[in-house]
């Protein structure tokens, strides 16, 4: 009886053991890959719901990331998005928890994508969002450094020179003044050494710190490099300080620029920028007393660079310019739209589209999350 008993306890044993297995099957299953259009369109829900958040820790980077999100203090952090791009999509899906397959990108108000620091979108490769073409103005104030200047000419821009200055195969069409003049024409402005309080003669110093304040709160780039001209402005504090030997500059940032992190660049300039009160100020590198070289902030909508040099010091970093690193992070930010999204390439099964109001500043884009199952 005792034996039949245990055959019966362990049989029943058995079942259960191979129903909690095809059960942990059929759930593992789902997990691995979404089947119906009800479990893709939730996973972009929750996914959506994960970029509404600050994510985990509050100030993360792709070296610290526990859980992705997109916001701080409510409102839309480009850093953030940043930080997601360049981290690998498997281990964005990892930090995620999700098993769909996605693709996020931001529109404005008339359903344009955004392009934002560069950036079109993020996610699967198989979708591709390009920028749309769009207008860029450079201005050198001395032609034995005008670094930038063909580099620029290549990606079409408006040349513009001090008068008098002139570098061999630049064509310009006029002065600082002019610059200012027509910065409505432009979504991205490189000011190479400016000289500022130099450079205009129809304008006042305060006039063309307004006009390029304006124009940057408007949604626009800008770089400035070296002795910028000015002091205070943009909610930071320019200063120039005079050329001494050899300064070297540890990279703190690798995410705007294709610099390696934690790396000494060697500057022959010594001049900083401080921040007073910028938004989403990031050090790229700093000089050994902790003073910035380089960064980015937001100014408005929009936001600006600053690069205290472009020649890399002898023997450190053999006398070379870094305009290729510069220039690489241009082509994408000359544009501030982005075209149509294309997703011929793709694969899949119930493609499922959410859209979700964010703030940015002081506006309201769309942020929207494509979703799918891979077929």
Known sequence: MKAQSWSVDFSLGLLIFLLAGILSFKLLANTTQPNTFQEVYDEAKYLSESFMDEGYPINWTNDTVVKIGLLKENKFQVSKYLNLSVMSYGKTKQHLNTVAEYYIYFENEYGQA????????????DVTL???????AYYFFDAS??????????????????????????TTIGDFDALLDSLQNYHLVFLENPH?????????????VTLLENWVAQGNTLFITQQAGINESFNVNFSSGLPSGVNPVNITNNVYFNFTLGEALYFAQLDTVQNINADDYVLIGNYSDGKSAMARWEYGNGEVFYLSDLVLTAPFNGNMNITSWISESLGPRISTTCGAVNVSSLHYKNLVSITRIMPYDARLIRMVILAWRQT
């Open 196 to 208: 500022l309080s130099e450079s205009v003669s129809l304008h006042t110093e305060a006039e063309a």
């Open 114 to 125: 955004l392009n934002i620091s560069g950036l079109c979108g993020y996610g699967h490769s």
């Open 145 to 170: 450094e005008g670094f930038m200047a063909y580099p620029m000419e290549g990606y079409a821009a408006t040349m513009y020179a001090k008068s008098g200055e002139s570098i061999a195969g630049i």
């Open 130 to 136: 390009l920028p749309a073409e769009n207008k860029a």
